[in-house]
């Protein structure tokens, strides 16, 4: 099946500071993608839905100048979390789709911890 | 308000018996079902899918059934290994080609 590859798989970083989840589809081109957050023993909800060339969409009650995305390739989407506090700190994912109604492939996650 | 449901946080199965994992959604607009898998710090992992024009798809140990008049589907696992053991999630999605809608996830422990 697809290959979604997202980096770091687990950042530690300091309080203030801004940490950049990478998230790229290696064999076919996404032109939406898609961000997640997952607290612990909870459901994944939806951070914002990535448009290549244009802006992010964001969901209710997410900071989009505090969660940066940027979609600037076909195959890649960035999420940036700036200056992280420990609130923060969560496990962050990502997913492409080719087409409707077939299914999302994910990436790894991401475990950001902020101290 | 929560379109799709999973009502039961957790479940424990035997090894070799069924597991079977219950899904409820709200919004008739829901086309395409998807169960995926999750186990911890990973991220899901696609396992199977179903169109609303069928009411069952069957892949190897995995069967998932539609119910679209009661707007129910569930996850069959026969027989349960121990290795399935994770978080299971249903998501729905639309024709609009909107983001995957999650449901809570349902825990399943397969006892050895």
């Known amino acids: 099946g697809a290959v979604v590859s997202q980096h770091p798989s687990r950042v530690i970083c300091k309080s203030g500071t801004s940490v950049k989840i990478e998230c790229r589809s290696l064999?076919?081109?996404?032109?939406?993608m898609f961000w997640y957050r997952q607290f612990p023993k909870q459901s994944l909800m939806l951070m914002a839905t990535?448009?290549?060339?244009?802006?992010?969409?964001?969901e209710q009650g997410v900071e989009k100048d505090k969660f940066l995305i940027n979609h600037a390739s076909l195959t890649l989407s960035t999420l940036t979390v700036t200056s992280a506090h420990p609130e923060d700190s969560s496990f962050y994912i990502c997913?492409?789709?080719?087409?409707?109604?077939?299914?999302?492939?994910f990436g790894q996650g991401t475990r950001l911890t902020v101290v | 308000d929560q379109q799709v449901k999973q009502n039961s946080p957790s479940l424990s199965v035997q090894e070799g018996r069924i597991s079977i994992l219950n899904c409820d959604y709200t919004?008739?607009?829901?086309?395409?079902f998807l169960w995926y898998k999750k186990y911890p710090a990973e991220g899901p992992t696609f396992l199977i899918s179903i169109s609303s024009i069928k009411d069952k798809n069957e892949d190897g140990r995995f069967t998932v059934f539609l119910n679209k008049s009661a707007k129910h589907l569930s996850l069959h696992i026969v027989p349960s290994q121990p290795g399935d053991s994770a978080v299971y999630f249903c998501a729905a999605s639309d024709p609009r080609n909107t983001p995957l809608v999650f449901g809570k996830g349902t825990r399943l422990s397969v006892i050895a």
């Open positions: 919004n008739s607009m829901f086309d395409y």
């Open positions: 997913s492409a789709r080719q087409n409707m109604n077939t299914e999302a492939f």
């Open positions: 064999d076919f081109q996404a032109t939406t």
């Open positions: 990535s448009n290549e060339g244009s802006k992010a969409t964001y």
